[in-house]
């Protein structure tokens, strides 16, 4: 069992910068792949990118190229998503997941959700 926990959602304006963090916890937390995701209201949740916890793969689907960047601190077990240039129609919850491999983060099948944490974008 692996348990995920986000944090550091809060309202920012457009163009400002935003950082969530997402703690894994459990025997083999340390084994899994994670991966962020969003959901908007009314839109389906939608994968925004992950990493793998041993080596530096990170993948990231292009909606947000350039904009977010994950990165890891393997001895918190945290991960993070640095967001910048924040725009309106990123406001979203956010969501942390866990899983046994990379694509099964990008296809939306992770093993482990997080409760999510809610961001705001103001213009």
């Known amino acids: 069992q692996v348990q995920v926990v986000e944090s550091g959602g809060g309202l920012v304006q457009a163009g400002g910068s935003l950082r969530l963090s997402c703690v894994a916890s459990?025997?083999?937390?340390?084994?899994?792949?994670m991966g962020w995701f969003r959901q908007a209201p009314g839109k389906e949740r939608e994968f925004v990118g992950a990493t793998i916890w041993s080596g530096s793969s990170t993948l990231y689907p292009d909606s947000v190229k350039g904009r977010f960047t994950i990165s890891r601190d393997n001895a918190k077990n945290t991960v993070y998503l640095q967001m910048n240039s924040l725009k309106p129609e990123y406001t979203a919850v956010y969501y942390c997941?866990?899983?046994?491999?990379?694509?099964?983060?990008?296809?939306?099948?992770?093993?482990?959700w997080g409760q999510g944490t809610q961001v705001t974008v103001s213009s």
């Open positions: 997941a866990a899983a046994t491999s990379l694509p099964s983060l990008v296809v939306l099948t992770p093993d482990y």
């Open positions: 459990g025997r083999t937390a340390s084994s899994y792949a």
